[in-house]
């Protein structure tokens, strides 16, 4: 496997896979056109069935042509995001012109996308280039410090969009059917891709909304929700599970390249051979990233050509089903981990005075001051401490509840420096340091004792 070489070995055969990789790259018309017919044809063909079976009244009909319609128009994606690498066909115009008819059929404007899927080309799976910081929840992810960083309803936030009833049935039709209306996220530097969207959607109103002055608008809506629904979630749910997997790999950027993201960090999903149709064979996502230029029909062609390709993870239709649990990158482990096993990490604090997990007030007098700063680690520090309102309390004496708090360093050094800020006001309590597993460094006694600040005796407003 090219996971157990070492040093050059491991350079060379990465090289290698490149250099292989890229001898498929060459589109071949013949197949092209062949694969237009066979996808363009009998979607239309279906949708013009559905239709037929509405107006004839034999509405029972209507789902079961959904379903393959919709795998069509998933089969239709591939073609429009081949095109907007330039790969499916010789001629960048042709590319260019099968990629905007494409839209028509994915409602999803093809310049815009394709600029947008080149950024995550350039930056898939490295852990310093992510868009957002994992607020794109399909390709990337947060790593277990920053959700740990998180308030707690940011927490709960980020969990709900990342439930799979939420983002793979939910969201997947909101974001083909509303959110590809508007240039949503799109730099106003980006004057064409903007351009675009708003092109598409009158071209889309204008092909639909004539076949719905033709055909009834209520019929052309209905054919259209019964195809788009399904064939989003189906999409959505195949690129997720491309990069966000157990076994998947991120770096940071000084230890990132491509050969080596392409292998380890993209999957090869082994479908049964129709769906494998359907979905124009990019499961073999491994041979994608390695070589974007490489069209959906060579793609199995070239993972086979050579064995070490073979090394990838593969997933099945199962562990795709189960893939989207793991939605964060634990730095520490090295490896895709689950929210449950990241919630387990998060330090308690107290919610209420009285209640606290942390040291209390009259350990501060046993402690000893550790003799030097930790030893600086390889992923940073965290403060954590309680935050109290500064306010008086309320008529009856009682005070208002703390803040949790947490702060993420990456020296030990920065980590102190912040705690000598806070250590010893009103009201700041336990600051406490950790390790960003979670491991306790120094309870508050030792933090106050190592950088020679008092520790009040009482909490604040006892």
Not at 19 to 32: E, W
Not at 261 to 269: F, H, K, M, Q, R
Not at 274 to 296: K, Y
Not at 397 to 424: D, V, Y
Request: with cysteine; glycine share 8%.
């Amino acid at each position: 496997m090219v996971q157990a070489m070492n040093g050059a070995s491991a350079a060379a055969a990465m090289g290698d896979l490149r250099a292989v990789a890229l001898r498929f790259q060459q589109a071949i018309p013949r197949t092209a056109v062949a694969q237009l017919g066979s996808t363009l044809v009998p979607l239309v063909a279906l949708l013009a069935a559905m239709h037929l079976c509405l107006a004839v009244g034999w509405w029972w009909l209507v789902p079961m042509l959904a379903l393959p319609a919709a795998g069509m128009v998933v089969r239709t994606f591939i073609i429009q995001h081949d095109c907007g690498h330039g790969s499916f066909l010789p001629s960048r115009r042709a590319n260019d012109a099968f990629g905007h008819l494409c839209s028509l059929f994915t409602l999803t404007p093809y310049a815009h996308w394709r600029r947008q899927h080149a950024q995550h080309h350039g930056t898939w799976n490295d852990l310093d280039r992510r868009e957002g910081r994992g607020s794109d929840i399909y390709s990337t992810c947060l790593t277990v410090a920053e959700y740990n960083a998180l308030g707690p309803w940011q927490r709960r936030w980020h969990r709900l969009l990342n439930h799979p009833l939420v983002a793979l049935l939910v969201l997947p039709p909101i974001v083909f059917l509303v959110v590809y209306r508007l240039p949503f996220d799109t730099p106003a530097t980006w004057v064409n891709e903007r351009r675009n969207v708003h092109v598409t959607n009158l071209a889309i109103l204008a092909l639909y909304g004539g076949l719905g002055f033709f055909l009834g608008f209520w019929p052309v809506a209905l054919v259209l929700l019964a195809v788009m629904i399904p064939a989003s979630i189906a999409g959505v749910w195949l690129f997720s599970l491309q990069h966000r997997f157990d076994g998947a790999s991120w770096a940071r950027h000084d230890q990132w390249d491509a050969v080596t993201a392409a292998i380890e960090g993209s999957s090869l999903l082994r479908l049964p051979r129709l769906l494998q149709w359907f979905t124009g064979s990019i499961g073999f996502h491994h041979i994608h990233h390695l070589a974007p230029r490489v069209p959906n029909y060579r793609l199995e062609e070239c993972h086979l050509a050579h064995p070490a390709f073979a090394s990838v993870h593969v997933l099945t239709l199962k562990d795709g089903l189960r893939a989207f649990r793991y939605a964060l990158w634990d730095e520490e482990a090295n490896r895709m981990t689950t929210f449950k096993e990241a919630n387990a990490r998060v330090p308690v604090l107290s919610p209420a005075p009285g209640g606290s997990s942390l040291d209390p007030p009259e350990r501060a007098h046993a402690a000893t001051a550790p003799s030097a700063l930790p030893t600086p680690g390889e992923h940073g520090y965290a403060l954590a401490y309680a935050e109290y309102p500064e306010r008086p309390g309320d008529a009856d004496g009682s005070t208002a509840r703390p803040m949790q708090r947490m702060e993420h360093f990456r020296t030990a050094e920065a980590a102190m420096g912040r705690a000598r800020e806070i250590i010893g006001a009103s009201h700041v309590w336990a600051v406490e340091m950790h390790a960003m597993s979670g491991a306790l460094i120094l309870s508050p006694p030792e933090l106050a004792l190592l950088l020679g600040c008092p520790l009040p005796p009482h909490e604040p407003g006892s």
